[in-house]
Protein backbone atom coordinates (compact mmCIF):
# COMPACT_ATOMS: atom_id res chain seq x y z
CA UNK A 1 0.00 0.00 0.00
CA UNK A 2 1.38 3.50 -0.83
CA UNK A 3 2.32 6.08 1.51
CA UNK A 4 1.95 9.85 1.78
CA UNK A 5 3.54 11.63 4.13
CA UNK A 6 3.81 15.77 3.59
CA UNK A 7 6.16 18.28 5.38
CA UNK A 8 7.04 22.05 5.26
CA UNK A 9 3.92 23.84 5.20
CA UNK A 10 3.39 27.03 7.12
CA UNK A 11 2.64 30.55 7.64
CA UNK A 12 5.10 33.05 4.91
CA UNK A 13 4.68 36.56 4.49
CA UNK A 14 3.65 37.86 0.93
CA UNK A 15 6.31 37.52 -1.48
CA UNK A 16 8.47 34.83 0.86
CA UNK A 17 9.09 31.70 0.16
CA UNK A 18 7.94 27.38 1.10
CA UNK A 19 8.92 24.22 0.34
CA UNK A 20 6.87 21.20 0.81
CA UNK A 21 8.08 17.54 0.54
CA UNK A 22 6.18 14.28 0.30
CA UNK A 23 8.12 10.92 1.17
CA UNK A 24 6.55 7.98 -0.64
CA UNK A 25 6.73 4.46 0.69
CA UNK A 26 4.97 1.04 -0.43
CA UNK A 27 5.71 1.67 -4.25
CA UNK A 28 8.06 1.56 -7.09
CA UNK A 29 8.49 5.32 -6.32
CA UNK A 30 9.78 5.62 -9.47
CA UNK A 31 7.46 4.40 -12.25
CA UNK A 32 4.70 6.96 -10.52
CA UNK A 33 3.43 10.41 -11.63
CA UNK A 34 3.61 12.87 -8.54
CA UNK A 35 1.85 15.96 -7.84
CA UNK A 36 0.42 18.69 -5.86
CA UNK A 37 -2.91 20.11 -5.69
CA UNK A 38 -4.21 22.26 -3.62
CA UNK A 39 -7.70 23.12 -1.98
CA UNK A 40 -9.54 26.04 -0.11
CA UNK A 41 -12.84 26.11 1.61
CA UNK A 42 -16.03 25.40 -0.48
CA UNK A 43 -13.52 25.26 -3.62
CA UNK A 44 -12.63 22.33 -5.26
CA UNK A 45 -9.39 20.74 -5.50
CA UNK A 46 -6.81 22.14 -8.37
CA UNK A 47 -3.81 21.08 -9.73
CA UNK A 48 -0.62 23.13 -9.07
CA UNK A 49 1.97 20.64 -10.49
CA UNK A 50 2.82 17.39 -11.45
CA UNK A 51 6.04 15.75 -12.88
CA UNK A 52 5.96 12.13 -14.49
CA UNK A 53 8.25 9.29 -14.31
CA UNK A 54 10.22 10.56 -17.14
CA UNK A 55 10.21 14.25 -15.76
CA UNK A 56 8.04 15.88 -17.44
CA UNK A 57 6.32 18.63 -15.70
CA UNK A 58 3.25 20.34 -15.74
CA UNK A 59 2.30 23.47 -13.71
CA UNK A 60 -1.21 25.36 -13.19
CA UNK A 61 -0.72 28.93 -14.62
CA UNK A 62 -1.25 31.13 -11.64
CA UNK A 63 1.97 29.31 -10.36
CA UNK A 64 3.96 29.32 -13.57
CA UNK A 65 7.49 31.03 -13.24
CA UNK A 66 6.96 30.81 -9.44
CA UNK A 67 6.82 27.30 -8.39
CA UNK A 68 8.86 24.46 -9.13
CA UNK A 69 8.04 20.71 -8.88
CA UNK A 70 11.25 18.27 -8.49
CA UNK A 71 11.62 14.79 -7.74
CA UNK A 72 14.02 12.49 -6.17
CA UNK A 73 13.81 8.54 -7.26
CA UNK A 74 16.45 7.60 -4.92
CA UNK A 75 15.27 9.28 -1.74
CA UNK A 76 11.26 8.44 -2.85
CA UNK A 77 10.40 11.93 -2.28
CA UNK A 78 8.79 14.66 -4.44
CA UNK A 79 9.27 18.10 -3.65
CA UNK A 80 7.18 21.81 -4.42
CA UNK A 81 9.45 25.12 -4.35
CA UNK A 82 7.30 27.78 -4.26
CA UNK A 83 8.45 31.48 -4.33
CA UNK A 84 7.16 34.98 -4.62
CA UNK A 85 4.03 33.38 -3.05
CA UNK A 86 1.01 35.16 -2.68
CA UNK A 87 -2.39 35.61 -0.61
CA UNK A 88 -4.45 33.69 -3.17
CA UNK A 89 -1.51 30.43 -2.84
CA UNK A 90 -3.09 29.95 0.71
CA UNK A 91 -4.52 26.56 0.58
CA UNK A 92 -4.27 23.11 2.03
CA UNK A 93 -1.46 21.55 0.09
CA UNK A 94 -2.03 17.53 -1.12
CA UNK A 95 0.64 15.56 -2.28
CA UNK A 96 -1.09 13.02 -5.07
CA UNK A 97 0.35 9.96 -6.68
CA UNK A 98 -0.31 7.88 -9.64
CA UNK A 99 0.59 4.34 -9.39
CA UNK A 100 0.28 2.20 -12.60
CA UNK A 101 -0.18 -1.19 -11.95
CA UNK A 102 -0.61 -2.72 -15.49
CA UNK A 103 -3.50 -3.08 -17.82
CA UNK A 104 -5.85 -5.45 -15.55
CA UNK A 105 -5.61 -3.14 -13.06
CA UNK A 106 -4.92 0.45 -14.20
CA UNK A 107 -4.06 3.32 -12.55
CA UNK A 108 -4.29 3.76 -8.82
CA UNK A 109 -4.30 7.14 -7.08
CA UNK A 110 -3.72 8.21 -3.62
CA UNK A 111 -3.41 11.07 -1.93
CA UNK A 112 -1.08 12.76 1.22
CA UNK A 113 -3.02 14.13 4.47
CA UNK A 114 -2.70 17.91 3.57
CA UNK A 115 -0.47 20.99 4.75
CA UNK A 116 -1.46 24.05 5.33
CA UNK A 117 0.33 27.15 3.59
CA UNK A 118 -0.68 30.32 4.38
CA UNK A 119 0.44 33.59 2.80
CA UNK A 120 -0.33 36.61 5.13
CA UNK A 121 -0.10 40.09 3.66
Known amino acids: QLHLVESGGGTVQVGGSLRLSCAAS????????MGWYRQTPGQARELVAH???????KYADSVKGRFTISRDDAKSTVTLQMNSLKPEDTAVYYC???????????????WGQGTQVTVSS
Open 96 to 110: YANEPMGPRIGNLEY
Open 51 to 57: ITDSGNT
Open 26 to 33: GTIFSRNL
